[in-house]
């Protein structure tokens, strides 16, 4: 049996044209399930010679519309015929590209000799913008080369090898960028008296800061760098993630503004910034807002912290023979911790963690041996504690309060971030290696894909 396809072309003027594209053959009567319908390799030359077909018919009716002169609608003289040639997902096409000469009718000193090609304005970049955002999203969500090999396999796509995946990946991201900055050099107007009211009472832009490592290729001054992640929330609009290699990134702080006034974030209005104790990020965050910034540190990590001071409390507790050295007082004053930190009452936390380090200093040297190391660690766990809370006091808040409110106290969503953003496509396993600049392009163009503002509903691969 025999299968040719035609493609049937209608102009505007009712013309019509029929050209054949392929015909694929079968025994009459097959033998295997493997013979049964279309198969890739068919597939892809369908598509291939279906582009090129269209494509040409469509660059040349514009060069045959472009070829009027606008003056008078006479055609313009031919003054030679040359080549171009297009990359897209269906294969390089290679389109006739005419030049003219400047109609009789508008030559003048100026114009003479100059010729013109129509052409050549159309096709401003090498390939169409939809490879070009293809490849990328595929570079953005696996390995340069598997995204290569994934279009090679299923398209006649051209080229596909890695290198160009990894050009188109980092073209799309400066083109984020680009944009990213744009919006935020918008000057945004002042809101009113009442507007301001309004955002006051309205709930806050939420920005949860993390960070995270990446290996860098050899010859950097450093093994590993970090990158800033971030998620930000905020009621009625949908999250946005966010990632950045700051001593890369052209205007960090930019691109942080840019996501806010995506959030319905205005000027003049406070965000809320949560992260870890890492004072550089809501650093960051001020110089994007250039407005007031509530900073809370993180309820995660604090509770980290107490949560180390409990294990070695638990520790001595259960040591066999119990201790001579009471231990219930010191269990009553640990156990109280937690509870005065998630209350807001830091400053009582402080005082009570005094009295149970030099309560373990002085059991230390009661001649326990089993216990004495316990002991050391009780005291240096404790004054870790303290200073912690001390270095990060002005960001300790009633988290309790908060919680009930249902407000975010922790940046946990922003470490699904990290994962999500920098581990699934950066880390240790896939022995991947980056330079600041790849990594930070890439980042861009994830997150994007991530968040859905890639536009791209038909491919929807897992990350
Ligand atoms: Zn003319």
Redesign the pocket.
């Known amino acids: 049996m025999q299968w040719t396809v035609r493609l049937e072309t209608r102009t505007s003027a009712a013309e019509v044209t029929t050209t054949e594209l392929v015909t694929f053959s079968r025994p009459g009567v097959v033998s295997t399930l493997a013979e049964v319908g279309l198969m890739l390799a068919e597939t892809k030359s369908l598509l291939a010679k279906l582009q090129a077909s269209m494509l040409c018919g469509q660059v040349a009716a514009y060069a045959a519309h472009h070829r009027v002169?606008?003056?008078?609608?006479?055609l313009?003289p031919l003054k030679d015929r040359r080549t171009r040639r297009l990359q897209t997902l269906f294969g390089t096409v290679e389109v006739e590209a005419p030049r003219f000469k400047v109609?009789?009718?508008?030559q003048s000193v100026l114009l003479a000799g100059v010729t013109v090609s129509p052409v050549c304005a159309l096709l401003i970049a090498r390939c169409t913008p939809e490879l070009e955002r293809v490849q990328a999203e595929l570079g953005a969500r696996t390995s340069f080369r598997d995204a290569a090999r994934l279009l090679d396999t299923l398209l006649p796509a051209s080229p596909t090898n890695q290198e160009s995946v990894r050009i188109r990946t980092h073209a799309i991201a400066l083109q984020l960028e680009a944009a990213d900055r744009q919006a935020a050099a918008e000057v945004m107007p002042v809101p009113d008296e009442p507007a301001k009211a309004a955002a006051a009472d309205a709930s806050r832009p939420v920005v949860m800061l993390d960070g995270a490592y990446i290996r860098a290729v050899p010859g950097h001054q450093v093994r590993n760098f970090e990158a800033v992640c971030g998620k930000i929330e905020h009621e009625g609009h949908p999250t946005r993630r966010f990632a950045l290699v700051r001593s890369v990134a052209e205007q960090p702080h930019a691109l942080l503004r840019a996501v806010l006034q995506g959030q319905g974030w205005r000027e003049g209005d406070t965000v809320t910034a949560i992260s870890d104790g890492d004072l550089a990020l809501p650093a960051l965050v001020r110089s994007a807002t250039g407005g007031p910034v509530e900073y809370i540190l993180d309820w995660f990590h604090l509770s980290m912290r107490v949560h180390h001071v409990e294990q070695v409390m638990e520790g001595l507790c259960a040591l066999e023979p119990p201790l001579l050295v009471p231990l219930d007082q010191a269990w009553i004053d640990v156990e109280r911790l937690r509870h005065l930190l998630w209350n807001g009452h830091h400053e009582k936390a402080c005082e009570a963690l005094g009295p149970i380090t030099s309560w373990a200093k002085e059991a230390s040297v009661l001649n326990e041996p089993a216990a004495e190391a316990k002991f050391r660690r009780l005291a240096a766990r404790c004054a870790e504690l303290r200073s912690y809370i001390e270095s990060n006091e002005g960001a300790l808040i009633d988290y309790g309060e908060r919680c009930r409110a249902g407000k975010p106290i922790s940046t946990s969503r922003a470490e699904g971030t990290v994962n999500q953003l920098v581990n699934a496509r950066m880390n240790k396993r896939q022995q991947m290696r980056w330079s600041l600049r790849g990594a930070h392009r890439v980042l861009q163009v994830r997150a994007a894909v991530l968040d859905g503002r890639f536009g791209h509903p038909a491919i929807q691969l897992a990350a």
């Open positions: 002169c606008a003056a008078c609608g006479a313009q109609c009789g009718c508008r």
